[in-house]
């Protein structure tokens, strides 16, 4: 199991990505976050900055295609990609496999 975090600035925009990213099967579930963000950007430091956190969880085997995907869709010029291998256990790890590698609409 992935879990891919990103961050855009607006909720709604948040919640279409989270959306497309499970229709489009590159991710079996998204969760979407407020968060404050601090961060340096174009020769600042930007503070409390609005943000929404998208918790995107997949398989191993989706990661580039999700990447690509989020390159082509996402709003920031640079956007936010960090995934981190995570441990996934029983049912919740067969319902991935099952939507993401075997259920066909």
């Keep these: 199991m992935i879990i891919l975090f990103t961050t855009v600035d607006n909720e709604a925009k948040a919640k279409e990505l ?4 499970v229709e489009e099967k590159l991710a ?3 969760s979407v976050f407020p968060v404050e963000s601090t961060y340096f950007w174009q ?3 930007c ?3 609005k ?3 998208l918790i995107i969880k997949t398989l191993e085997e989706k990661l580039n295609q999700l990447i690509n995907w989020l390159k ?3 709003p920031y010029t640079v956007p ?3 995934a981190v291998k995570a441990e996934a256990f029983g049912k919740y ?3 991935m496999k099952d939507y993401l590698l075997k259920w066909i609409p």
């Design 18 to 21: 989270a959306k497309k990213i």
């Design 28 to 30: 079996a579930c998204v």
């Design 43 to 45: 020769g600042k430091i």
């Design 47 to 49: 503070e409390n900055e």
């Design 51 to 53: 943000e929404y956190m």
């Design 72 to 74: 082509e869709h996402h």
């Design 80 to 82: 936010e990609l960090v």
């Design 93 to 95: 790890l067969e319902w």
